[in-house]
């Protein structure tokens, strides 16, 4: 993370300029907010994005994250005008502790992650819909690559389009700015579910209850095994995820899991592992 959890024990007072978000029950929503600019990230937005999912992180007292947008468009990738021009806007954060890399900052989360898609997705927008654990699209959006018509390529969209889907598939979606309907989408796995837009919203609610029936802290423990496996060599996988095992039996969840199973009650999750982080 790029900026440390004192940093981002509380989100900003005065609020962001680019995003707004809100807290309810235990679920963080981050929505994109420069729909003027078709949700174009530019440095003071991707900041903005930085510290609040890391405020997202840090948090025990969220479990769940959902990324959605305002206007049309979920997002339209990078604006390629600030890569071009000195932008001196001040941000409305502390300077993240370095380059923000947003499908890096993406799979650093270990909390399960939504995407409200409600528009259309182009370019670097994928490592938005691609780095969360569920993406829930309206059947209207579309999806597109179009980085090679301006001399340019996804690099960071392919790394995260190659954990989803056949390298084939991925690369092509790279190398021929295909349009892609929502539907299609599904189909190659970077959606995985599509919905008319009135019932875009209770789709996304529907996830978000079920989700919460089940022990965020076991959640967290499995995300967190599943990034730091592919930093690991293949003969030390198995003793990691035996060690995380056990140190998930440990946690305040996991008592009461068991509990509450032999009780014959609903559990009551705390959510808390931070004696294990």
């Known amino acids: 993370m790029l900026y440390t959890a004192q940093q981002t024990t509380n989100l900003p007072e005065t609020g962001f300029r680019y995003l707004l978000t809100s807290l309810d029950e235990h679920v963080l929503t981050i929505t994109l907010n420069r729909p003027e600019k078709k949700n174009a990230l530019h440095p003071p937005m991707l900041a903005e994005l930085a510290f609040a999912l890391a405020h997202a992180q840090y948090n025990p007292a969220i479990w769940l994250v959902v990324l959605t947008a305002t206007g049309d468009t979920f997002c339209a990738g990078m604006d390629l005008k600030s890569l071009t021009t000195d932008s001196h806007e001040p941000l409305s954060v502390p300077d993240p502790g370095g380059p923000v890399r947003l499908g890096e900052l993406m799979q650093q989360l270990d909390k399960p992650t939504i995407a409200h898609v409600q528009g259309s997705v182009y370019a670097g927008g994928f490592l938005l819909v691609a780095g969360c654990t ?57 959606v995985t579910e599509v919905t008319s837009a009135d019932q875009l919203n209770a789709s996304v609610t529907r996830l978000i209850d079920e989700l919460k029936q089940f022990s965020p802290t076991a959640m967290q423990f499995g995300l967190r095994a599943r990034r730091h496996l592919k930093s690991l060599p293949s003969e030390q996988q198995q003793a990691y995820l035996h060690e995380q095992f056990v140190q998930l ?5 996991a008592q009461e899991g068991m509990a509450a199973f032999l009780e014959k009650r609903s559990p009551i999750w705390s959510g808390d592992d931070s004696a294990f982080r």
């Open 249 to 253: 039996q440990q946690t305040p969840d």
């Open 134 to 190: 569920y993406a829930v699209a309206v059947e209207s959006a579309v999806f597109s690559l179009p980085e090679v018509k301006r001399g340019l390529f996804p690099f960071q969209v392919l790394a995260l389009l190659l954990d989803l889907m056949p390298a084939r598939k991925a690369l092509d979606l790279c190398l021929r700015a295909q349009v892609l309907a929502a539907a299609d989408a599904q189909t190659i796995g970077l």
